[in-house]
């Protein structure tokens, strides 16, 4: 049976390192968190990322902004938050109102203070090894093998999912850490050949029960970036937990693994920002 490993308290050490270390700046870090539209998962996200700069001693500045809130005006919010010393990182909670978009937003942000790592100077620096941040989800797993000694240098590798936010940036992080990588998508022929090589099987598809354990080699660490909801509105990842936990050396659960990392690496990144600016 594998492994469990514990997302949230691997997270609770992570925001007590940066609470410890933004105690030592001249002043608070500051996080402007921008929301637009009344979209019920983002009010939560961005209630759980305020909760978090609290508990790390970073100041949180929110914006909510209604849904017909139009491009020129959320722009010209993040040209003052870019000029605004206060504000070390600026997160733009995504997805945004059909109408506005998203790339022409990303791009506005300042590329030091970009803590989600979305903007395309900071990905370019990513993917060649010279980050200044680095994206929170993928940078969440990454820590959470290395809490749990798990080797990736020289592993195969397995992503399933290619987006901007956690396929395409967990597979350049796995490639620097020496991992052998294939990235899956909704187009690769014979899903189920490519799994079943992986010796880490990184699932960030978003479709419940799409890992079952006939898709997973015996022993293979197993982490589950989705965050969907059950037919019973449970949160749950794309692993079908039943049948890939005793194939699995290591798993991590949904809820309680890979979310609350997620969250934790964002202060970290604020933490970055602010030496960055406070240097
Ligand atoms: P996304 O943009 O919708 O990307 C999903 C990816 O899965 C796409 O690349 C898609 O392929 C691929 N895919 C779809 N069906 C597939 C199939 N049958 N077999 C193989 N690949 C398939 O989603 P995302 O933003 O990356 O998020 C993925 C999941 O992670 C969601 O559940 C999201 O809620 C969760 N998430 C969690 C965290 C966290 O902190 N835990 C953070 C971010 C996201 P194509 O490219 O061909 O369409």
């Known amino acids: 049976m594998a492994v469990r490993i514990d997302g949230k308290a691997l997270a609770a050490k992570v925001k007590s390192q940066v609470a410890e270390e933004a105690g030592k700046l001249s002043r608070k870090p500051g996080l402007a968190v921008v929301l637009v ?67 022409t937003v990303i ?23 010279a980050p200044a941040f680095v994206p929170c989800t993928p940078a969440g797993v990454i820590e959470m093998l290395d809490e749990y000694d798990i080797p990736i240098r020289g592993k195969r590798c397995v992503v399933l999912g290619r987006s901007n936010i956690v396929g395409k940036p967990m597979a350049a ?61 449970r949160l749950c990842g794309d692993a079908d937990f039943a049948s890939v936990e005793p194939r699995a050396s290591y798993i991590t659960p949904v809820p309680g693994g890979v979310g609350p990392m997620t969250r934790a690496c964002l202060m970290r990144n604020i933490l970055t920002a602010a030496g960055l600016h406070q240097a």
């Open 107 to 129: 791009n506005a942000i300042a590329p030091d203070k970009d803590v989600d790592c979305f903007h395309p100077f900071n990905v370019g620096r990513m993917v060649i090894g």
């Open 37 to 103: 539209g009344e979209d019920p998962a983002s009010q939560v996200y961005v209630a759980g990322k305020e909760r978090d700069c609290a508990e790390c001693g970073i100041e949180s500045f929110g914006y909510r902004l209604p849904a017909e809130t139009s491009q020129e005006e959320l722009l010209g919010l993040i040209r003052r938050l870019n000029e605004d010393s206060r504000v070390d990182g600026i997160l733009v909670q995504l997805p945004l109102p059909g109408h506005l978009s998203e790339e």
């Open 173 to 233: 992080l796995l490639t620097q850490r020496d991992g052998t990588v294939t990235i899956c998508h909704s187009r690769t022929e014979d899903l189920a050949r490519c799994t079943r090589e992986a010796d880490i099987l990184v699932s960030a598809v978003g479709r419940p029960g799409l890992l079952t354990g006939d898709l997973v080699k015996e022993g293979a660490v197993v982490i589950d970036v989705a965050m969907n909801r059950d037919e019973n509105g």
